[in-house]
């Protein structure tokens, strides 16, 4: 039941953002973010009800992991291209897993792979992605008067 909800939500948002349908990490962390809930969901706890705070809470905390490893996995594999001469990861799509909540694995993966560091027009949108996201947050929050 877990696994199912959480698949829709994270499908659900790939039918709402065209990009995303197209981006092969985004696909990944819906495959480990689905498969986390799956194994948790069998050998942890079972959730009777996925209309509760508890699903939201865990789908965040799923997904925040999953993206942000995701985020430093496209870094690393986009420097490695880099010095390859291979074929790169477009920037909208770093971008998009950004927004998503994976500018934390953005961060550790420039810093890592010292990669999309000097570049002044990818640090401004990186950092237009963290205020439009925390924007979107607070919207929302403000819009279910948590707030």
Known sequence: MLTGAFLIILLSLAAIIPP???????????????????????NVYVIKNIFNYKTLLLFLVFHLISINLTTFMAY??????????AWRIPEKDLHMLEFLGGWIGAYIGQKF???????KSFQATYKLMIILEFAVIFGLLKYFSFI
């Open 20 to 42: 995303l349908r197209y981006n092969k990490f985004y696909i990944l962390n819906t495959a480990l973010v689905v498969g986390s809930a799956y194994l948790f969901e069998n």
């Open 76 to 85: 690393g594999v986009d420097k490695k291209a880099a010095i390859n001469k």
């Open 113 to 119: 792979f010292r990669h999309k560091t000097a570049k």
